[in-house]
T-cell receptor, first 115, second 110 residues
């Protein structure tokens, strides 16, 4: 099973709202990732977690707050977003960060619209 | 990680082989070539990866040149469902930053 699930599939929020995106995998992977993808552009890395600890933050604004409560779950908390934050948010996981080759498995994404 | 160059778009007739090229002339000896694809509005899907030998799985074949400066992804019998953006990515040791380039938009036509 190479499934990564993401909820919700779609989300519409106002600029003053607080919402959360959820990602789950049951493959025993210890690395999890958040990507942002604007229309007609490739995915861009936002955060990387390894063994439930934040390893990489690609200079993402603080209105995006990641959380990894356990090895199977990854959340992205959203607060005071801007319309330009509207995008497809992708979660991915891989077995580990420290192997020479590492295949990432992606979820279907959450399509976010900020009004 | 080395940079990759891919044609922006390609067409392929249904049932024919689709050959997608990728140039990675600055690749280092320990860097792997990975291919993913993304069907419209879905998450990227892993296809195949290799270091220097040619690889084949149930989805595709990966041909890497002897000097490793380029590779070709081959979909042996393309179907309409193979229409997608195909990303060629080079990753090395500790290369957990999967950097996606612009990719190749493959159109499979009936």
């Amino acid at each position: 099973d190479t499934e990564v699930t993401q909820t919700p599939k779609h989300l519409v929020m106002g600029m003053t709202n607080k919402k959360s995106l959820k990602c789950e995998q049951h493959m025993g992977h210890r690395a999890m990732y958040w990507y942002k993808q604007k229309a007609k552009k490739p995915p861009e890395l936002m955060f990387v977690y390894s063994y439930e600890k934040l390893s990489i933050n690609e200079s993402v604004p603080s209105r995006f707050s990641p959380e990894c409560p356990n090895s199977s779950l990854l959340n992205l908390h959203l607060h005071a977003l801007q319309p330009e934050d509207s995008a497809l948010y992708l979660c991915a996981s891989s077995q580990d960060l420290n192997r020479n080759q590492e295949t990432q498995y992606f979820g279907p994404g959450t399509r976010l619209l900020v009004l | 990680d080395a940079k990759t160059t891919q044609p922006p778009s390609m067409d392929c007739a249904e049932g024919r082989a689709a050959n997608l090229p990728c140039n990675h002339s600055t690749i280092s000896g320990n860097e792997y070539v990975y291919w993913y694809r993304q069907i419209h509005s879905q998450g990227p899907q892993y296809i195949i990866h290799g270091l220097k030998n040619n690889e084949t799985n149930e989805m595709a074949s990966l041909i890497i040149t002897e000097d490793r400066k380029s590779s070709t992804l081959i979909l042996p019998h393309a179907t309409l469902r193979d229409t997608a953006v195909y990303y060629c990515i080079v990753r090395g040791t500790g290369g957990f930053k999967t950097i996606f380039g612009a990719g190749t938009r493959l159109f499979v036509k009936a």
